[in-house]
């Protein structure tokens, strides 16, 4: 059964608690690991069961056009010349022989090796070093040992039940081979691939899409029947036997590949997992803290959970104080929820990210907001108090910024702000409200507040401006070449 996740519909599960029955897609746990099968379900902390990519991957005949181009990758192309060319040139003696039965169990090596490979999510074919190296050439003894099984089961049935019986059992044995061919491919036991509770378990799992598979099969098998006898009657035999091997040999690879995809795509029914491991499937999202909070944050809003949404982004910011990520999400939270006790408890984080982002609407309605509930409030700090006003100031909202710079020498009579908050004051009195005079008083009052040499040449260079009642622009920057 194919299930969505339950947080985003259109997306596939990889994921599923027991306890809960929630199924999860990889963006709602960033910080699981598929390579291991391990994640804790975010609700319940219990262990997840990893359904791997069954619920993605697409149905068998949807995928026709990838089986026929398979063996024409250049690994198994490889393994299929020298398994058809080899034999040519060792004749018909002994060696040949040898060398044929040896090549045989080669080419059988590796189609099981394709099985293996695709079930577990590679849709690319195993390195030609998996025709050759480390274990598993027994798999071709087994597999004659499973025909030559199959065959006498057959012989049998007609000895002793008669023709008609004994071809209801022929055509029983048939329906069972790719079956028989997987469980050999999965157990490497010839037992196993034999047990009729086995083949059935399987069959049933699969369901219907076995015999459409079975169906393919067999046209599959006819067309290469015809097309090798074509090749034998039509062409030379120096021809006609390195092409009809090929065409078998291909023919086998397409099978193979084909019945690897079925354990792929039915994995769940059948008890296990994998993924799809190559370039066709994006890698797994990396496991990290901050996409762990994005998905606690995103489920919680489907549930309606908004008060464990804030805790999460309250709890976030105490790590990291100053992450713009959280405090937007903080501040459209608290915006939504109509939440002003938020806002007010955290106006310092929130004004100090908007300056640094140059958010200048955002700081407008949250200072507009604060202030509905309380009129006389101003922000605690002085530095935060000049950076916004002066935003504020240099995005045209002049009534704004002087409101936050009110009483500013007596709110912060001790700070190193006081000259700066004053001269930003005369430059919106002046360019904005065009009153020149109040400029110079606050410009007169800001130089008996500084002892800073290039802040006072600033102030006198403004007061100049001002008697000639001229926008305070700031001083040009002067590039001359200083003295020796």
């Known amino acids: 059964m194919k299930n969505d996740c339950h947080y985003h519909p259109l997306e596939p599960a990889k994921w599923v608690c027991g306890e809960c029955l929630i199924h999860y897609c990889p963006g709602c746990m960033p910080d699981a690991d598929p390579g291991r099968h391990h994640g804790l379900c975010p609700h319940c902390g219990r262990t997840l069961r990893y359904l791997g990519a069954a619920t993605e991957a697409v149905p068998f005949w949807q995928r026709l056009s990838a089986f026929f181009r398979y063996p024409f990758h250049w690994d198994p192309l490889l393994v299929v010349a020298f398994c058809t060319l080899v034999p040519i040139f060792l004749g018909q003696g002994i060696l040949g022989w040898v060398t044929y039965v040896v090549l045989a169990l080669v080419l059988f090596k590796y189609t099981y090796a394709v099985i293996r490979y695709t079930a577990e999510g590679h849709m690319k074919p195993p390195p030609v070093a998996a025709a050759w190296s480390g274990d598993g050439f027994a798999i071709g003894i087994q597999q004659m040992v499973v025909f030559i099984a199959m065959v006498l089961l057959v012989g049998f049935a007609m000895a002793l039940l008669g023709p008609i019986p004994g071809l209801v059992v022929g055509a029983l044995v048939v329906l069972a081979l790719p079956a028989s061919i997987m469980v050999l491919a999965m157990e490497n036991s010839v037992f196993a691939a034999l047990n009729p509770l086995n083949l059935t378990t399987l069959i049933t799992a699969i369901g219907w899409p076995y015999f459409l598979l079975y169906g393919f099969l067999i046209l599959m098998t006819m067309a290469s029947g015809a097309a090798q006898d074509f090749a034998v009657s039509h062409l030379d035999p120096e021809i006609a036997q390195p092409l009809s091997g090929f065409l078998s040999s291909t023919y086998m690879l397409i099978l193979f590949h084909m019945l690897g995809y079925l354990l792929f795509q039915y994995q769940q029914e059948l008890g296990f997992a994998s993924d799809y491991q190559d370039d066709e499937a994006p890698a797994d999202p990396q496991r990290d803290r901050s996409r762990r909070i994005d998905a606690d944050i995103d489920m919680n809003l489907k549930e309606g959970n908004y008060d464990r949404v804030a805790g999460i982004l309250e709890e976030s910011l105490i790590r990291d104080p100053a992450n713009p990520t959280r405090l937007e999400q903080l501040y459209r939270l608290s915006l939504a929820r109509n939440d002003r006790e938020a806002l007010k408890r955290h106006h310092g984080k929130l004004l100090h990210w908007m300056v640094a982002l140059r958010r200048h609407r955002e700081m407008k309605s949250l200072l507009a907001l604060l202030r509905q509930q309380d009129a006389e409030f101003q922000p605690a700090d002085p530095e935060l108090v000049v950076a916004c006003a002066d935003l504020l100031f240099l995005q045209s909202e002049p009534k704004p910024a002087l409101q936050l710079l009110k009483d500013f020498h007596k709110r912060f009579p001790e700070s190193d702000q006081v000259a700066p908050a004053c001269i930003l004051v005369a430059?919106?009195?002046?360019?904005?409200?065009?009153?020149?005079?109040?400029?110079?008083?606050?410009?007169?009052?800001?130089?008996?507040?500084?002892?800073?040499?290039?802040?006072?040449?600033?102030?006198d260079h403004y007061l100049g401006l001002a008697q000639r009642e001229e926008p305070l622009r700031a001083p040009r920057a002067s590039f001359a070449p200083m003295a020796e």
């Open 427 to 459: 430059r919106i009195l002046a360019n904005d409200f065009r009153q020149w005079h109040k400029a110079a008083r606050f410009l007169r009052f800001a130089r008996q507040h500084t002892r800073d040499p290039g802040l006072t040449k600033t102030i």
